[in-house]
């Protein structure tokens, strides 16, 4: 057992608190206690304390949507002509880099962000993985990365039938093997869904496929739904209502499936959603960047619909999303009082429940009983922060502060600005070997 104490504690989750001179008390499998230092010295009079006076501690953050394999775009220049809409993003940037990664690529463009998760507070990653090139043991390479970082991270592979039939089959088994080799396991850090594209590039026969598999291995999907105008287009043209119309049909809504983005999507789809408790996830960088519109993250709330919040491989932490999101719901309604307290429930309640949900153990909050993931930040805050303004502190304080020690599973994996399980020179390796890596790769775009 390990007593962290003297520091601002923000418990997040559905009793959101601040406790002045709190402390946190943990092992390996769990938090036992969290509460003012006083209190939790005389309950465990034979725990030493550490000393965090000055900083903060949180729950380790979530990244409800990432895509790791999308490192090696960093810096990127394609020999294309600018793409004009999201399609073409697609055929020109993601689906030539996806097509191009090497097994080795795909072990160093996810051990990179995920150094950079820890460094950022992030201790739970649900990712979704293509690499067409390099499937087959795809997900046991990404699960290796996220064991040897000591993270938590809910995988798939995306199913597609762009790359053919033969492509398509081996993603279907990628997911399956690797959901079946789970359950033998038992362990709480890794999770899997069955990961599916998106509904523009899946045939009928194989959603009807993946639905069969799915109820057989009891898990949900994650796929992207509705991102841009052309996904709704085509479900009409084969025939559908909508895309959450077709992915409904087919049975892959519900509480263990998450639908990434959902920005195409009209009042009946949210019902749909709601009504299944299907888990959206919100990527508001993704989403202007791409220019491919504005989810309406205030009639999902309004509509109770479990939405939480990602990246979709912008960075690993969910903080720079949530400033965006603060900032992009305003603009959007041209209205200024817009979106706080539902960013604030999606942040500190939803990205939680999604955790809880997919790793079968509370995450993402401080209370006894949950998973010991927490970070100790280097954040005194300069105004007073109490339960009700904690999200004016996060946009403006913590989102560019830096963290002093990262707590995952119990186990210290980042503190005074060196991993645990990597030395400086071997950071610093990693780094060179993927830059050669990435280098080799935009050769063969
Ligand atoms: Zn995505």
Request: aromatic share 6%; proline share 4%.
């Amino acid at each position: 057992m390990k007593i962290i104490g003297h520091a601002t504690v923000l418990t997040f989750g559905e009793n959101h608190q601040v406790v002045e001179d709190g402390a946190v008390a943990f092992d390996e499998k769990k938090i036992h206690a969290v509460g003012k230092t006083d209190e939790l010295r005389k309950r465990f009079p034979m725990v030493k304390v550490k000393n965090a006076r000055g900083k903060l501690i949180t729950p380790g953050l979530i990244n409800g949507h990432m895509h790791l394999y999308s490192t090696f775009a960093r810096g990127i220049s394609l020999k294309d002509p600018p793409a004009e809409n999201f399609t073409q993003i697609l055929e020109t940037l993601w689906w030539k880099l996806d097509r191009a990664l090497k097994p080795e690529d795909v072990e160093y463009s996810a051990l990179i962000p995920l150094l950079g998760a820890i460094r950022g507070g992030v201790t739970s990653l649900i990712d979704h993985h293509s690499s067409p090139h390099a499937l087959a043991g795809s997900l046991e390479t990404l699960k290796k990365v996220f064991r040897k970082c000591g993270l938590r991270g809910c995988l798939c592979y995306e199913v597609s039938d762009r790359d053919g039939t033969s492509r398509k089959e081996a993603g279907i088994e990628e997911n399956a093997n690797f959901i079946r080799g789970l359950k033998l396991e038992n362990e709480k850090d890794i999770a899997a869904l069955f990961g599916l594209h998106a509904s523009f590039t899946l045939e009928d026969t194989t959603l009807g496929r993946v639905a069969e598999l799915v109820k057989g291995l009891k898990c949900g999907i994650h796929i992207h739904a509705a991102e841009d105008r052309a996904d709704l287009d085509d479900a009409r043209t084969r025939g559908y209502r909508s895309v959450i119309d077709r992915l409904h049909r087919f049975g892959f809504t519900g509480p263990d499936s998450i639908f990434a983005h959902c920005v195409h999507v009209d009042e009946i789809d949210l019902q749909t959603l709601a009504l299944t408790r299907t888990n959206v996830v919100h990527n508001p960088r993704s989403n202007m960047n791409n220019a491919v519109g504005c989810a309406n993250l205030e009639a999902m709330i309004h509509e109770k619909i479990p939405v939480a919040l990602g990246t979709d491989g912008f960075s690993a932490s969910p903080l720079e999303d949530l400033t965006v999101a603060n900032i992009l719901h305003k603009h959007q309604a041209k209205d200024p009082r817009k979106i706080y307290s539902e960013i604030w429930k999606v942040f500190s309640r939803n990205n939680p429940s999604l955790a809880h949900k997919l790793f079968k153990i509370p995450l993402g909050t401080l209370e006894e009983g949950a998973g010991s993931d927490l970070v100790i930040w280097n954040y005194d805050p300069p105004t007073p922060l109490t339960s009700t303004n904690t999200l004016g502190h996060l946009l403006f304080g913590l989102s560019t502060s830096t963290t002093q020690e990262v707590i995952c599973q119990g186990k210290t994996v980042y503190e005074d600005g060196k991993f645990s399980f990597i030395s400086e020179e071997e950071e610093s390796e990693i780094c060179a070997k993927s830059r050669e890596l990435a280098k080799s790769l935009w050769e063969r775009l």
